[in-house]
């Protein structure tokens, strides 16, 4: 399973950015699809993943919204209310994961993409 991300950017705050993760490969709608994000300096953070339904990381409540298309093998991550303390390398993962909001558990990783928020 290749998975490549898009969309990152800069944005201010306030602002709104959509990322893409496009799943290719032996894909398959049973797994769990997640975001996470690493900030420089900082451990990689849960942001939000995707099963039956979506499930949110405290810092993506409210503001930031996941959804998925299986006929595109994408799942896509819609960032609203964009804040300085956004700005990090945002990843998506894939895998057959019991524990959501574990890194380690997802067996698939995209490549970043780099989110910029300014003040």
């Known amino acids: 399973v290749q998975l490549q991300a898009s969309g990152g950017g800069l944005a201010q705050a306030g602002g709104s950015l959509r990322l893409s993760c496009a799943a290719s490969g032996r894909t398959s709608s049973g797994y769990v699809m997640g975001w996470f994000r690493q900030a420089p300096g900082k451990e990689r953070e849960f942001v939000a993943a995707i099963r039956d339904g979506p499930f949110y990381g405290e810092a993506a409540k409210g503001r930031f919204t996941i959804a998925r298309d299986n006929a595109k093998n994408t799942v896509y991550l819609q960032m609203n209310r964009l804040k300085p303390e956004d700005t990090a390398v945002y990843y998506c993962?894939?895998?057959?994961?019991?524990?959501?909001?574990?890194?380690?558990?997802?067996?698939?990783w995209g490549q970043g993409t780099l989110v910029t928020v300014s003040s």
């Open positions: 993962a894939a895998g057959r994961v019991l524990g959501i909001t574990t890194d380690r558990e997802y067996e698939y």
